[in-house]
């Protein structure tokens, strides 16, 4: 057991900044568990600070709602702790008389972008080896899906951010699309400082958020289109800078194809067009064109560089992959990706998004962001399991998909969820909610008792992120080491360790350790020579402090900075995606009385299964707010504070209205971090990006309608129970 007063070197539970932290154990009056403190540490991403979610993550780790035994449910309904052997037992003999009845494909497992390397990577194999089923994806569908995507086609790789983030700093232009990452990860916004003290920081959102309030006081500028026309002002950006001579015909000719099919697209999206689309002045389009280039140029006429930086208010759409692709085209034209002073990049949302993603756990992937359907892919890990390549299943379901079978006939029957609470985040919550009841069996393994745990037949209890040792990869694919400062409770274990026991008890070939850096080697061998590898990397090079950003084959000191020399298509050149809008997507979206938007607030973090049980987070932020225009309001009857009733063609939720000038009319937003009848998923739907299997989450047609004044004491006691 770590001592009281022992700082221990990790990072933060929350977003894929991994901000730098120390944690230290203290005494906790609860006994045999230790509290911890926490404190900011210098590193390049957070330079020691940290956010509200930050500085109070330590109190989760002894906070009295922690499971501290696996729980089944009796024959009445009733979640009762279990010793682990029984439950162990339990869930192989009811995943063999599923798969016996049903076939293997029954049972199905469900992942998260909060997972270690190493839990996300055992996953994975976990399902493939042990299960023998090919039905596994994670809530990274739900994030950065479309992004990743648009990257591996236009640059045949997906890193989030292809340089570190310290590059950002001598930027003079940077152009922020869809993202608040001012409430979202609050230290990024300091290497945005460069580009605000230059006038060039640039912000769509429909919005004015936090971070487009950066803009204010001559330090940048705020485009705040229509919701779902980010694609149509992106054209538009780049139509200007094609028309005024403006791209960089040199790079263009030298390090990229697809030029000439793009640009033929481009010329009917001539500003004035795009602004009776968008509501962005045609003005505005070409003075924003025109700073972007001007920031690219080097020399006394030009900048210190330009970024093009994406979020998922862009790409959590059924077109986000197109719309990211018209992003990399503009940073295309202008010559940025590859360059030394200049570049296209996306900010991954979850702690470890990047990772989370590269190692198997989604449906079509195998470690080192292979395809499963690839041959040579499939030889290579068969010989690192030492099973027969033919034994490893091929692609399963995304997760909308995936979800949308549970308890269908020949869907999944058995579902293993892990690091995600989809009865919250996944989107048509109240058909998700539905195909879970419908279930067999429900193995939820989570440390709290989460909406979806408490559905579960079977709750096994798991570490937390300051007891675990194991790696997380940052939004700059930047390797990290997460490292044990607590001693958690008795009755839980980690991940690998569960993984290991089923896998025994189902007979499943290879190995399955609960050894982190046993399981982090293995990782390392699956990846050699994949477009993410690790193979260069130990506990050892870690641990002495590397700046290991993949790929990191042996004998190499890593690739802060991907694309200087080539591309990673096998011509070395980018490719320019012709991209428009679908002609079904305007009637998809109109006639409509308003849109809503969904995302984060400043003090919670995703589900809010962690945050809300934040006794300081959860006080500022404590029930569903629903944010309008005082004109709209005023329309619709409805004051500030008001209890409101929210349609939509799947569902119904219930928030109090935030009366705000800082949002556009015909737009209304609401956090998806609340459960019950706040739940921001009970609204959206589930169509999805062809590409991607991106749900929409952005543009949802919805009805505001007020509730009756006696009921609205009750609603707000309600939301503020259920929060």
Request: hydrophobic share 40%; aromatic share 6%; charged share 20%.
């Amino acid at each position: 057991m770590r001592q009281a007063g022992d700082g221990q070197h990790t990072h933060c539970p929350y977003c894929a900044l991994q901000c730098a932290m120390t944690v230290t154990p203290t005494a906790s009056p609860g006994g045999g568990h230790d509290g911890a403190t926490v404190t900011g540490r210098d590193f390049p991403t957070n330079r020691g600070g940290l956010c509200r979610k930050g500085w109070s993550a330590a109190e989760l780790l002894d906070h009295p709602d922690r499971l501290r035994a696996p729980l089944v449910r009796d024959a009445g309904g009733v979640l009762r702790e279990a010793a682990w052997d029984d439950v162990l037992h339990l869930v192989a003999d009811r995943v063999r008389s599923i798969q016996a009845q049903h076939g293997r494909d029954a049972v199905a497992v469900f992942g998260g972008g909060g997972l270690t390397n190493e839990k996300a990577y055992t996953l994975g194999k976990f399902a493939r080896l042990a299960l023998r089923t090919s039905r596994i994806d994670y809530n990274g569908r739900f994030c950065m899906s479309s992004a990743a995507a648009a990257g591996n086609r236009a640059f045949g790789v997906d890193r989030g951010l292809p340089f570190p983030l310290e590059d950002l700093d001598a930027a003079s232009v940077v152009l922020l699309l869809g993202s608040n990452a001012a409430d979202t990860m609050p230290p990024f916004i300091q290497h945005l400082r460069g580009a605000q003290a230059a006038g060039g920081l640039i912000v769509v959102d429909p919005r004015r958020s936090a971070t487009a309030r950066l803009t204010e006081q001559g330090r940048g500028i705020h485009l705040q289109p229509t919701p779902g026309t980010d694609l149509v002002l992106l054209l538009g950006l780049a139509h200007v800078v094609v028309a005024e001579g403006l791209e960089d015909r040199r790079y263009l000719e030298s390090r990229t194809d697809g030029y000439d099919d793009v640009t033929r697209g481009l010329a009917r999206w001539w500003p004035e067009r795009v602004q009776g689309i968008t509501g962005v002045p045609a003005a505005t389009i070409r003075a924003t064109a025109r700073l972007l280039a001007k920031g690219s140029r080097s020399g006394a006429d030009g900048g210190a560089g330009t970024y093009i930086l994406t979020g998922r208010g862009i790409e959590q759409h059924a077109d986000g992959t197109d719309t990211t692709t018209a992003a990399i085209n503009l940073a295309l034209l202008l010559g940025l990706p590859g360059t030394a002073h200049s570049g296209y990049g996306t900010l991954t949302g979850q702690g470890n998004g990047q990772g989370g993603r590269e190692h198997g756990q989604k449906a079509d992937q195998l470690p080192g962001y292979r395809k499963i359907t690839d041959p040579a892919a499939r030889a290579h890990v068969a010989a690192v399991w030492g099973v027969p390549e033919a034994s490893i299943p091929g692609p399963g379901l995304p997760a909308v998909e995936l979800l949308a079978s549970l308890g269908e006939p020949d869907g999944v029957r058995c579902l293993f969820v892990h690091g995600a609470n989809i009865a919250v985040s996944a989107p048509n919550a109240p058909r998700v909610i539905d195909g879970l009841r419908s279930l067999d069996l429900l193995v939820v393994s989570d440390f709290f008792l989460s909406e979806t745990a408490a559905m579960a037949d079977v709750v096994l209890p798991v570490l937390q992120w300051a007891e675990e040792e194991g790696t997380v990869t940052s939004l700059e694919g930047r390797v990290l080491r997460r490292r044990a400062a607590v001693t958690p409770p008795a009755g839980v274990r980690s991940e690998l360790w569960i993984m290991q026991e089923l896998a025994r008890l189902l007979e499943a070939p290879s190995l399955f350790s609960d050894d982190p850096s046993t399981m982090f080697d293995e990782l390392a061998r699956a990846s050699a020579g994949g477009i993410a590898d690790y193979s260069g990397l130990d506990y050892g090079v870690l641990d002495a402090g590397a700046a290991a950003y993949w790929p990191y084959p042996p004998g190499s000191g890593g690739t802060p900075r991907l694309f200087l020399d080539s591309f990673c298509h096998p011509t070395g050149r980018a490719v320019l995606v012709p991209v428009g809008p679908r002609s079904d997507a305007a009637a998809a979206r109109f006639p409509a009385p308003l849109l809503l938007a969904t995302g984060r607030l400043l003090e919670h973090y995703q589900s809010g299964a962690q945050t809300r049980r934040v006794s300081e987070l959860l006080a500022a932020q404590p029930a569903a707010r629903l944010q309008l225009h005082p004109a709209t309001a005023q329309d619709l009857g409805v004051r500030q504070d008001d209890a409101v009733v929210v349609t939509s063609a799947h569902g119904e939720a219930h928030a109090l209205a935030d009366l705000t000038a800082d949002i556009r009319p015909d737009t209304v937003f609401l956090a998806f971090h609340y459960a019950g009848a706040g739940s921001a998923n009970r609204l959206t739907g589930s169509s999805t990006d062809p590409v991607s299997g991106m749900p929409e989450f952005k543009t949802t047609p919805v009805r505001v309608r007020p509730l009756h004044a006696a009921t609205h004491h009750v609603l707000t006691s309600r939301l503020e129970a259920i929060a």
